[in-house]
């Protein structure tokens, strides 16, 4: 099955600062990766997601990059906020698996003020 | 926005007893809902996928005699936790896809803390 990979396990940024999580995944049939952020006892957040036939895709201070040949996604956040503090989660999918969502470990994000 | 809830949010039951805990889609139908278990400070793992009118698929390790799933409706999975023990404690989570739209997303319900003593 796929295997997704996240790195690093833990962040800690300065306020207004860059924060950058990258994944890696194993299934070259994986075709869309969305990222999640959780905070303590609630439900993932869709923060952003992006499709196979797409290399970049921006939402305000949240990017994602993907690399086909490399097998590899990375969520770029700028201008940090302490509102930003919590657990991140990259994700894989397939259509063609009922699109069940692989996860990776997740990575906690700290945004020192 | 699709909306997936779940219930009880909470629960607390003695080992050995069982417990079921349900995920509906609110606002759109779902062929396929997904049940997920997370330990504090770990990942979302996919337990098994639920399927209406068919039988629920168990990823590799999960016990389908222990977790029983039951989709009887395009609007509502359940899953029972049997003869449930202290290490069964943990956040279970379900998702669902809206499959009248092409979008991939899923919609994740707020999740059943499930505290076994």
């Known amino acids: 099955g796929e295997n997704v990979e996240q790195h690093p396990s833990t962040l800690s940024v300065q306020e207004g600062d860059s924060a950058v999580i990258k994944c890696t995944y194993s299934?070259?049939?994986?075709?869309?990766f969305p990222w999640y952020k959780q905070e303590l006892g609630k439900r993932p957040q869709l923060i952003i997601d992006?499709?196979?036939?797409?290399g970049e895709k921006k939402d305000q201070r949240i990017a994602v990059t993907l690399n086909k040949t490399a097998k590899h996604f990375s969520l770029h956040i700028t201008e940090t906020q302490p509102e930003d503090s919590a657990v991140y989660f990259c994700?894989?999918?397939?259509?063609?698996?009922?699109?069940?969502?692989?996860f990776g470990a997740g990575t906690t994000v700290t945004v020192r003020a | 926005g699709a909306v997936v809830s779940q219930h009880p949010s909470r629960v607390i039951c003695k080992s050995g007893t069982s417990v079921k805990i349900e995920c509906r889609s609110l606002?759109?139908?779902?062929?396929?809902m997904f049940w997920y278990r997370q330990f504090p400070k770990q990942s979302l793992m996919l337990m098994a996928t639920?399927?209406?009118?068919?039988?629920?698929?168990?990823e590799q390790g999960v016990e389908k005699d222990k977790f029983l799933i039951n989709h009887a409706s395009l609007t509502l999975s359940t899953l029972t936790v049997t003869s449930a023990h202290p290490e069964d404690s943990s956040f279970y989570i379900c998702?669902?896809?809206?499959?009248?739209?092409?979008?991939?997303?899923?919609?994740f319900g707020p999740g059943t803390r499930l505290t076994v003593t």
């Open positions: 299934d070259s049939a994986s075709n869309y």
């Open positions: 992006i499709r196979s036939n797409v």
């Open positions: 606002d759109f139908q779902a062929t396929t």
């Open positions: 639920s399927n209406e009118g068919s039988k629920a698929t168990y």
């Open positions: 994700a894989a999918s397939m259509g063609s698996n009922d699109y069940k969502l692989s």
């Open positions: 998702s669902a896809r809206d499959q009248s739209r092409s979008s991939y997303e899923q919609y």
